[in-house]
């Protein structure tokens, strides 16, 4: 008896023995393991948590008008920047025990393992939210051994380095939500047009609800599971305390409203434009040394809604369906800001930038720079010059040109530069380029910042060299500005990821380009295309915009067979307009011609309404004088034909327009193509 009690007792111990060298086992493997998994994050370090971010476009006003993303679409937001209903819904849904755990839910892992067993299938998954934000980083969606224990290396990782809250800012901006979105940023301004930050309760249920199956959670492709499994959120958060019963009875029973059309709305806003801004940002994160493809940029452009609505309206309205095609900007005169900008009649079928990119003849509307450079020759607006049917020769002898006007007709008299400019004369324009030369103009427009070849041709002075809209509405916008050299930009400003400003626009240039004096003269000059006052054997070139015209603007168009080209300005505001065909055809007189003028001039009134008219106002040293336009001599009673014009206080007129050898200097064309002055008066000094 004794004996086989002893034998009990001796088993009884070496059943415990056994046991507790099992479990000192155990620890010694399960430190081991800890030890190991220590050196190897160690060792590894930590990982990184870097993930494409897309960048976003801002209106002047700082409303999004657009984005641009490399792989997805991610913007990504702090914790602080998301409802707090949102964060404490994915918690309660996606891993109660998140801010507990070191990045494994053994409790959770073993009643996984025990409902698998059960099914004999997989049937519940436990990942947590640190395991669920590894895969999203690092690696594929496959089920397998393999890809389970690297996320599980990873997450451990990750606890070892991060703190909880940059592990769920991360897990919260990586989560795929359909449709394209990633991070719940990115989700809220798709399904609900505002920012995660705003989401109520009912909202922030939807959001999670999607995360476990974006294809089958969809409140937009399965209505009646997104609201199934939104009702589980809620009822998860209300047993969890995160929110009340009440809360919970209340977001239950209200009606969400999906903004997702208005999202889509969103990303047809002015695409020309985002086009060159991104170009734009290139290469100013280039020069600051930064990686533009990094993504995470929010760029505050130029854009005016009003200016950018109102082109596309226009140009949808006056545009007839000809297979003509546009480019139309838009700059604010002082700075170069690019208001508005659209490159073509329709970015989806050709995303190729008119405005900018393509290089056409803008006909007469070069004038203007010609006679700038004239101007600053000595040239006045009462400079007069015979413009009869002239044949020109050039290339020392060798070559022969023979301009004509629109209308086929010649001046049979001397005209002033102010009626030349206002009827687009070409005989003037070619006598002009031969009495101040080549370099002078090219100079000039190099100045102005038109890049073009300008040949030593008398067409030259019509425009035949190829230039951008761009570069000609910039070359208008420095004239507009007085004469300083505006750049044009379409960012006011970049800020990255971390809030932090990279680039700010600078402030206007003082570098000046022309003088203020001259600035002005031409300014008043290009006012004459919409006066009836200049017509003689050819009209002002602007009537046909008159009627609609509620305030000053100093224009000139500019038309060839295959291109039509109007730019023009207030003191305020420039905008040019070119439109043609991209190749082969040829412009129709009826329809094709017209569109240029309806559209820009609709475009400017529209854009002002409301607004008191700028008048141009002279700068010092420019006095303003009524003439009598045929004779250019100081209007009085008798002389129908009178104009304010606005000349340098050098070239003041000294006669009456009554003059009689005035009259028969100019009815006679004495001079044969010679310039005529009119000399200083004292009495406006």
Known sequence: ????????????????????????????????????????????GAPSLSVPKASVFLDKNGKQIGDRFSVERRYWVSLDEMSPFLIDAVVATEDKNFYNHNGFDYRRIAGALLKDVKSGRKVEGASTITQQYAKNLYLTFEKTWTRKINEALYAY?????????????????????????????????????????DLTLEESAVITAIAKGPSIYSPIENPEKSRERSLLVLSLMEAQGYITARQEERATNEQITLKNREWADTKRVAPYFLDEVWREAEKVLTAKGRYPAEGGWTIRTTLDPLHQQTAEEMIDKWMPDSGLQVGFMSIEAGTGAITSLVGGVNYTDSPFNRATQAKRQPGSAMKPILYAAALEDGFSPLTFLSTEKTIFTYDDGRSTYEPNNVNGKFAGHPISLAQALAISDNIYAVKTLE?????????????????????????????????????????????????????????????????????????????????????FVLTHLMTGMFDPVFNDYSSATGLSMRQKQTRPYAAKSGTTISDQYLIGYTPSLTAGIWTGFDVGEQLTETTDKAASKKIWIDFMETVHRGKPAEPFIPPTGVNGVIIDVDTGGIAVNGCDKQRLVYVKEKDMPQKLCTDKTLREQRSSGEGDGKKFELFPFSFFE
């Open 1 to 44: 008896m004794r004996r086989t009690v002893y034998v009990k007792k001796k088993k009884r111990r070496t059943t415990l023995r056994r046991l507790l060298l099992l479990i000192v086992t155990m620890m010694m493997a399960a430190l081991t393991v800890f030890l190991s998994l220590r050196l190897y994050a160690q060792i590894t």
């Open 435 to 519: 009495d101040i030369g080549y370099k002078k103009f090219s100079k000039m427009a190099e100045r102005l910042g038109v890049d073009g070849k300008f040949p030593e041709s008398p067409a030259t002075a019509l425009g035949t060299s190829l230039v951008t809209l761009s570069d000609m509405t910039n070359a208008y916008n420095r004239i507009a500005s007085g004469g300083i050299e505006t750049v044009p930009t379409t960012i006011l400003s970049i800020t990255d990821a971390e809030g932090k400003t990279i680039y700010e626009h600078p402030k206007m240039s003082k570098k000046r380009v022309m003088s203020e004096q001259d600035a």
């Open 157 to 197: 990782r990750m606890e070892v380095f991060y703190e909880k809250d940059v592990i769920l800012e991360g897990y919260m901006n990586t989560v795929y939500f359909g449709h394209g979105m990633y991070g719940v940023e990115a989700a809220s301004k798709f399904y609900f047009g505002k920012s995660a930050k």
